[in-house]
């Protein structure tokens, strides 16, 4: 294989475009790949992207697994194993959140900089792999160098981002206004129903990562307001742009 990419990417919500704009050399149908979980939508089997993006190699996961879609947190995080197998050391990752920071707004980047795990398993129960220790270090989940590079970066082109702690829960209920409130509470500034369980074993790999949520929808303040799967597509999709942006430049310069 030609490509030995460094980094990868999960091609969450907010970030599918930055596929097009990978020089793919190779293209991997989940399917393909042993162990690996198998999409249960049709028409969205999944494959992994093998090529270059601003001058790097990467790798980049187009489909990822939920847990609220039934896989277990074994197989939810397995494509981080996979990762880690290749070589990966950075991991970049986004998603959709809903805000429970009063000073967001919807359309807002927001870096993450630390998480809550509300799933209701933890993706490294059981018999523990020897990439980490049994009980791994969380201080800094979230590299601060890269914290810091996404700074510079948007700062340079003028966008305007958020930092906060993002809450990771089940789903696929989005909150009602007394869990959002809650969430505020226990110190979430977003929550959402991804990332935490990749972002765990990448640190359990020693990967490093970055993570972005772009705020769709804001609960928990005085007036409930109805959250639409469309609505959060359609926040997430004008955002697009600028978290392209953003990431095209951190690849380039990590
Ligand atoms: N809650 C959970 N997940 C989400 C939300 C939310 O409000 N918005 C987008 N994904």
Redesign the pocket.
Known sequence: MATKPQTAIILG?GLGRLADEIVIEQEIPYSEIPNFPQSTVEGHSGKLLLGKLGGKDVLAMQGRFHFYEGYSMREVTFPVRVMYELGIQTLFVS?????TNPSFSVGDIMIITDHINFFPEHPLRGKNFPTGPRFPDMHEAYDKNLIALADTIAQEKGIKVQHGVYLG?Q?PT??TPAE?RMFARLGADA???STIPEVIVANHCGIKVFGVSII??L?GFDNPVE?SHEE?QVAANKVQPLMTDIMREMIKRS
Do not use: P, R, W
């Open positions: 919500t998603n959709a959140a809903g805000g829960t789903g989005f909150e959002y929550v959402g129903m769709t929808d609960g959250v959060v």
